[in-house]
Each structure stands twice: as structure tokens, then as C-alpha cells.
């Protein structure tokens, strides 16, 4: 098969996922109860197990090496088609944990149903790998979105993991637009007057700025150490850890007070630290 017919075939392959993650007829239940599980059901997703590789087209829907998997998964209420169950919603289910961000963004889709009728979310719930000093892992996200009707409650447990990819994020694609749009800032890392190195205004030049450079601050650590996350400057400052000269997290201001690019997102680091420990390829 041709690089034509090979790459079409891909793209095909990641149209049917998606397309078919919308259900019914294709859903899965997540409760116990058979008289109450079709209140909440999922599409997209074989089992409320999931698991998927950063970047793999047969389960991340943006096909992308970014830090990130984004799940084909939607939730569909007062699913019809199975005889055990009758039941509908009384209220909009309620998706937590509280305090998780994709739990916050998944349950304001959910909000957005009317909870009296058959309707589905937008396919798509993003899960980042796990980044710290240690470097990249798999990470995992755990869900419970609850029904109710009347007084019977259908209670879903879902479960996304998020694995490395084994390649390394694009430099020129992936990366690059990152600083480009968080770091790249008046009196911070353009390349203008007032700003600071490392210049990291431009994608061609962003690899001779960062890699194997001594960090002025603290000369015994290089910005970037292809292969290793916890010796590598900039790794500590987008984190926050380790930071041994006592200067300010990176974008400066965040978490608390975002600045005008923002703060980096968990996929954002994950991907950065990706690159570094896959040895930050110049591609």
C-alpha cells in the first residue's frame, strides 16, 4: 500500500471511531442495576476501563504525540432499547470528583442535556499523561457520573488511563507553539527589547536556545539535559519543583495570578516533559 492510500486509510480508520462513538445503539452501561443503567450510558469507549497511548489513532481522537489522550467519549442519558429498564432522569446527573477539572468540564456537557430526553455530549474528554520531575508516566482519571430518578439512582464508575507515547512530541508542531504562545511575551521570551533569555520566539532557532544550554541562574544545570526531566532547568520551572536560585514558577504568576498567555496546561507540561526525556529531538 502506497504513503497515499496508507495515511488515507488512517485517517478513515479515526473517522469510524469517532463516528461511532456516539450511542445508541452502541453504548455501555456503567451501572449495576438494570432497571436504572440505561439513565447514563457511554459511547465511544469499549468498557468504563479504558486505556489508551498518547498519539494512537485507534484511541486518542486528535492522533497528535501532545501530552495528551483525547477520549472519544460521550455520555447519553435516558438511553432507550433495553426492556429492563424504564426508568428516566428526574434531575441532570452529577459527574465528580469535585475538585477535577475534567470531571468540572464533562459534567457542564452533561448540564448542557435536557435530562427529560435522549442526548449525548460531544465526544471527546482529554486525560494528560502524568508529568513531574520523575518524568512522564500513565496517568488516570476516575470519573463517577450519578443519575437519579425519583428515588433510584444509577451510579456510573469510569476509568481513562493515559499512557506515554514512546516517541517524542514534535519539536516544530507540538512544542514550538507552545512557548510560542505562553513564553514568547513582551519583557518575557521574545525577541524584542526588554525580554530575557531564552528567546523562544521562533521554532527554528528554539532548539539551539534550549538544549545543552548552562541556565544563567545556575550554570551547573543545563535549560534542557536531552533525557533526563529532573536535571533539566526548565522542566523545574515549569513545574515548580527544585527550583534552587528561588525564582518564580514559569509563565511567572501562575497558577495563582495567569498572565496574558496563560498558564501552561497539565497536557502543556506533559508534552514539554515528553520531549525532554525522549531526548528533545530537533524535529
Same mark, same amino acid.
Given at each position: 500500500?502506497?504513503?497515499?492510500?496508507?495515511?488515507?486509510?488512517?485517517?478513515?480508520?479515526?473517522?469510524?471511531? &469517532? +463516528?461511532?462513538?456516539?450511542?445508541?445503539?452502541?453504548? &455501555?452501561?456503567?451501572?449495576?442495576?438494570?432497571?436504572?443503567?440505561?439513565?447514563?450510558?457511554?459511547?465511544?469507549?469499549?468498557?468504563?476501563?479504558?486505556?489508551?497511548?498518547?498519539?494512537?489513532?485507534?484511541?486518542?481522537?486528535?492522533?497528535?504525540?501532545?501530552? +495528551?489522550?483525547?477520549?472519544?467519549?460521550?455520555?447519553?442519558?435516558?438511553?432507550?432499547?433495553?426492556?429492563?429498564?424504564?426508568?428516566?432522569?428526574?434531575?441532570?446527573?452529577?459527574?465528580?470528583? &469535585?475538585?477535577?477539572?475534567?470531571?468540572?468540564?464533562?459534567?457542564?456537557?452533561?448540564?448542557?442535556?435536557?435530562?427529560?430526553?435522549?442526548?449525548?455530549?460531544?465526544?471527546?474528554?482529554?486525560?494528560?499523561?502524568?508529568?513531574?520531575?520523575?518524568?512522564?508516566?500513565?496517568?488516570?482519571?476516575?470519573?463517577?457520573?450519578?443519575?437519579?430518578?425519583?428515588?433510584?439512582?444509577?451510579?456510573?464508575?469510569?476509568?481513562?488511563?493515559?499512557?506515554?507515547?514512546?516517541?517524542?512530541?514534535?519539536?516544530?508542531?507540538?512544542?514550538?507553539?507552545?512557548?510560542?504562545?505562553?513564553?514568547?511575551?513582551?519583557?518575557?521570551?521574545?525577541?524584542?527589547?526588554?525580554?530575557?533569555?531564552?528567546?523562544?520566539?521562533?521554532?527554528?532557532?528554539?532548539?539551539?536556545?534550549?538544549?545543552?544550554?548552562?541556565? +544563567?541562574?545556575?550554570?551547573?544545570?543545563?535549560?534542557?539535559?536531552?533525557?533526563?526531566?529532573?536535571?533539566?532547568?526548565?522542566?523545574?520551572?515549569?513545574?515548580?519543583?527544585?527550583?534552587?536560585?528561588?525564582?518564580?514558577?514559569?509563565?511567572?504568576?501562575?497558577?495563582?495570578?495567569?498572565?496574558?498567555?496563560?498558564?501552561?496546561?497539565?497536557?502543556?507540561?506533559?508534552?514539554?516533559?515528553?520531549?525532554?526525556?525522549?531526548?528533545?529531538?530537533?524535529?
Amino acid at each position: 500500500m502506497g504513503a497515499g492510500r496508507a495515511c488515507a486509510a488512517l485517517v478513515a480508520l479515526l473517522a469510524a471511531r &469517532v +463516528a461511532g462513538a456516539g450511542c445508541p445503539p452502541d453504548c &455501555v452501561g456503567g451501572g449495576h442495576d438494570p432497571a436504572t443503567d440505561c439513565l447514563v450510558e457511554f459511547g465511544g469507549i469499549t468498557s468504563t476501563d479504558d486505556s489508551c497511548t498518547d498519539g494512537n489513532p485507534s484511541c486518542d481522537a486528535d492522533a497528535i504525540v501532545n501530552g +495528551a489522550c483525547t477520549f472519544p467519549l460521550s455520555v447519553c442519558l435516558n438511553v432507550p432499547g433495553d426492556p429492563r429498564c424504564s426508568a428516566r432522569l428526574s434531575a441532570s446527573p452529577v459527574v465528580g470528583p &469535585v475538585r477535577s477539572e475534567i470531571a468540572s468540564t464533562l459534567g457542564q456537557a452533561v448540564a448542557a442535556l435536557d435530562p427529560s430526553r435522549l442526548g449525548c455530549t460531544t465526544p471527546g474528554v482529554a486525560v494528560a499523561v502524568g508529568a513531574s520531575l520523575r518524568g512522564i508516566a500513565p496517568a488516570t482519571a476516575r470519573l463517577v457520573i450519578t443519575g437519579r430518578s425519583a428515588s433510584r439512582r444509577d451510579r456510573n464508575r469510569i476509568r481513562l488511563t493515559c499512557r506515554p507515547a514512546p516517541t517524542p512530541p514534535s519539536l516544530a508542531g507540538v512544542i514550538a507553539p507552545i512557548f510560542e504562545a505562553r513564553c514568547a511575551l513582551p519583557a518575557c521570551h521574545a525577541a524584542g527589547p526588554g525580554s530575557v533569555a531564552p528567546v523562544l520566539a521562533a521554532a527554528s532557532e528554539m532548539h539551539a536556545a534550549l538544549v545543552d544550554v548552562p541556565a +544563567a541562574n545556575v550554570p551547573s544545570l543545563m535549560l534542557v539535559r536531552p533525557g533526563s526531566v529532573a536535571d533539566s532547568y526548565l522542566a523545574r520551572k515549569i513545574l515548580g519543583k527544585r527550583i534552587t536560585d528561588r525564582t518564580p514558577r514559569m509563565p511567572q504568576g501562575c497558577p495563582r495570578t495567569v498572565p496574558a498567555g496563560g498558564c501552561l496546561t497539565d497536557a502543556e507540561i506533559a508534552a514539554i516533559l515528553a520531549w525532554i526525556q525522549t531526548g528533545a529531538p530537533d524535529n
